[in-house]
Each structure stands twice: as structure tokens, then as C-alpha cells.
């Protein structure tokens, strides 16, 4: 029968207060650590290093060895989702992911309809090995981007200022956007399914672009596939449980919120969590927010960004985390600063 957790990150996802916070950062196994990018050179492109289980085990490992966090998320990419699906993807130094671009119902044909799970077993030979390299007290995430942000780029075929491409897609091809959403919903499922059960005890669902959506197209194109992917995980495996990330999106939050998609909702570092928190309807668990920037720079504006989220989320159930990806330019001296301040072990 389902015991309490003893993992603090897990305890907070089923609603528990936990002091100090857990914490982990978005994006924490990158480029700002110098073992990462020695680690990154061994391994030819950066697919081979998420496909190459060794090499994505220690990337992953890296953070918690020196940090210490609460949890390890899988060292991978929201692309290997289209990738496996058979299309071309290529992560170009210096300037992002390139996939060929899939506009037509005759592109999509030549995609498989369901995800080939085989091709990404290295993936999930990563999550085992995690399983037993993990301290005892550590969580190990898994994650997939939302149909919306994996379908900009499919679109697109590169990130896009605004996802122009993928909405305008929306609006003159509606039947193509679904459809190609609806395949991004059962393949994301089916994904993050075997992430479960290869090990990964939660996953986080990256709406980075959902946001950009227009109120008529966001419930069709990002709440509602979210809400399929999390309904679906949870039907087929009762125990894993949810962080959903909508960037930007702090004005759909409540609905999430009142909708029980996501064990916890993670917010951007736009929004303040002394107003937020209070008005989220149910007893959803909350991660973030920390601008980013704020660690960049360090001093002043480190100490107040901890001080005001730690006041903010007292006797809640939080998980402290930035508001979006850790820059790689950030000094490792102000990550080790923060651990400090959140755990109130000095700094
Ligand atoms: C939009 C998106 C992507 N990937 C991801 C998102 C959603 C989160 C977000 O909004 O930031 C998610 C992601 N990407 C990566 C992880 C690994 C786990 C972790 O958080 O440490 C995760 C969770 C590794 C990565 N994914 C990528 C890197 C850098 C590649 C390198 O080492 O050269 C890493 C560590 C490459 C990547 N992958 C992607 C882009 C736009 C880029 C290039 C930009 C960049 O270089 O930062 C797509």
C-alpha cells in the first residue's frame, strides 16, 4: 500500500509543507559547469551525449555532486521526441536545435504515428542506471516537453521569436495542428509512462512557448493535450506524480490549478508568489521562481529574490527551483550561495 514518502521534493508534490525547501534548478546539468563541458567534449554531438547512457548518467550526476539538490532530472532533450518519430534534428553550436520542418499532412505521414518506444532505450538505460547511482535522499525527475513547444519547433524546424510559424499553422491548418498534437499527446504518454517505470519517480511536463498562444487557441493547444498526457500517465501508473511548467502563463494558472492538472505548477519569475500562492483554488504544490538573472548576478539582488520567495511560501507546499533554465554564464560560487541561503546553512 502507498506509504508517506520520505523524499522531501516527493512529500512536497503530495502537498506537504517542507522546511527547509527542497530545491533543484531548471536546467542545472549544463554549460555553466566546467565538468559538463569536459564531459560534453568526449561525446561527440550533444544527441550522442543524451543517447550515450554512461555520459548522460554523469551529467546528471554533476549537479548533485556538488550541490547536493533535492532532485536529478534526466540528462536528455524535449527534441529526442521528434527525433524518434523519424525526423531529422540537429543541435547547431551556438545557435540551437535545426529539425527539418514537418508543415504538411504528407510530412507528417512520413512520421510514425506512434512512438518507436526502442529508439530511445538508451534514454531509459540512463533513468536505471540513475536509480541505484543516486543518494537515497535525491528524486529522480523525468520530463518531455508539452505538444505545443515540441510542435514550434517541429513547425518551425528552430526556435521561433513568438512561434509565428506554429500559430499561424494553427489558423490556417487546424486539422494538421491536432493532428500533429494528438500524436505529440500519445507519444509524450507513452514516453514518460516507460520514464516511470524505468525509475523516474516524477516527471516535469516544459511548456516553454504555450504562452504565446491566443486565449481561443490555448485551452485547445496547451491546457487540454497537458491535461490528456497527465490524465494518461496517471490511469496507467497511479504512483507518478506531476510538475507542470507553463512560462508565461500566470493568467492560465488557476486553471490549472482548479482542472488538478499537475501535482505542482511551476511559475516564472514574472509572477510574485505573495500574490499568486493565496489565490490558486485545491491544495496544488508550487515550484520556482527565482529570476535567473537575479543569480547571475549575485549580491543584493540574490538575497532579496531567495528572502521574498522563502517569506512568500511558508507552511505551503514549495519547491524552490529557478523561474526558468539556468543560464550557462552563471558563476558556480552564486549556485552554492543559494543551496546556502535556501537550506539557512550560512552564505
Ligand atoms: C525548449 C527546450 C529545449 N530543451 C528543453 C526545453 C524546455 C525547457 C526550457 O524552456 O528551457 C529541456 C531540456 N534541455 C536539457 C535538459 C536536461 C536536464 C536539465 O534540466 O539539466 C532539459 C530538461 C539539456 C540541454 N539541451 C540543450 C543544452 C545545451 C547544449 C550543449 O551542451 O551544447 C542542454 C544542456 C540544447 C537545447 N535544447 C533546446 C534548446 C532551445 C537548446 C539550445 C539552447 C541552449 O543551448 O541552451 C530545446
Redesign the pocket.
Known amino acids: 500500500m502507498s506509504e508517506r514518502p520520505t523524499k522531501a521534493i516527493l512529500r512536497v508534490l503530495d502537498g506537504e509543507p517542507v522546511w527547509p525547501l527542497p530545491i533543484w534548478i531548471?536546467?542545472?546539468?549544463?554549460?555553466y559547469l566546467p565538468e559538463?563541458r569536459e564531459t560534453?567534449k568526449q561525446a561527440g554531438s550533444?544527441l550522442d551525449?543524451c543517447y550515450t547512457p554512461r555520459l548522460a548518467e554523469e551529467v546528471t550526476l554533476q549537479p548533485i555532486r556538488r550541490f547536493g539538490f533535492d532532485a536529478a532530472?534526466?540528462?536528455?532533450?524535449?527534441?529526442v521526441i521528434p527525433h524518434a518519430l523519424g525526423q531529422e534534428v540537429r543541435?547547431v553550436?551556438n545557435e540551437?536545435?535545426k529539425l527539418d520542418p514537418v508543415t504538411s499532412a504528407a510530412d507528417l505521414s512520413r512520421l510514425s504515428a506512434e512512438l518507436p518506444l526502442g529508439r530511445l532505450d538508451p534514454v531509459f538505460e540512463t533513468l536505471d542506471r540513475l536509480s541505484s547511482s543516486l543518494p537515497k535522499e535525491t528524486t529522480l525527475l523525468g520530463?518531455c516537453?508539452a505538444p505545443f513547444?515540441v510542435a514550434s519547433?517541429m513547425i518551425a524546424g528552430k526556435?521561433t521569436p513568438d512561434q509565428a510559424p506554429a500559430r499561424l499553422t494553427a489558423y490556417r491548418d487546424p486539422d494538421f495542428m491536432d493532428r500533429l498534437v494528438d500524436i505529440l499527446v500519445r507519444a509524450s504518454t507513452a514516453y514518460l509512462v516507460r520514464q516511470i517505470d524505468a525509475g523516474a519517480e516524477a516527471v516535469?511536463i516544459?511548456e516553454?512557448f504555450g504562452a504565446a498562444l491566443p486565449p481561443a487557441l490555448f485551452d485547445r493547444l496547451s491546457l487540454d493535450p497537458i491535461r490528456r498526457i497527465v490524465t494518461g500517465l496517471k490511469e496507467a501508473r497511479p504512483q507518478a506524480r506531476t510538475i507542470v511548467f507553463v512560462?508565461g502563463g500566470g493568467t492560465h494558472l488557476h486553471r490549472f490549478a482548479a482542472a488538478g492538472v499537475g501535482d505542482a505548477l511551476a511559475l516564472d519569475w514574472t509572477l510574485d508568489p505573495a500574490q499568486v500562492l493565496p489565490q490558486l483554488p485545491g491544495q496544488v504544490a508550487t515550484q520556482g521562481n527565482l529570476d535567473p538573472l537575479a543569480l547571475i548576478a549575485g549580491g543584493e539582488p540574490l538575497r532579496q529574490g531567495v528572502e521574498h520567495i522563502l517569506s512568500a511560501v511558508r507552511n505551503r507546499p514549495h519547491i524552490f527551483n529557478l523561474g526558468?533554465?539556468i543560464l550557462?554564464e552563471t558563476p558556480i560560487e552564486h549556485v552554492s550561495e543559494l543551496v546556502a541561503r535556501v537550506r539557512g546553512t550560512g552564505a
Do not use: N
Not at 73 to 79: A, C, E, P, V, Y
Open positions: 531548471m536546467r542545472q546539468a549544463g554549460r559538463y560534453r550533444f551525449l532530472i534526466l540528462f536528455s532533450d524535449i527534441l543541435f553550436e540551437g536545435p520530463f516537453g513547444t519547433y526556435g516535469q516544459f516553454s512560462r526558468h533554465g550557462p
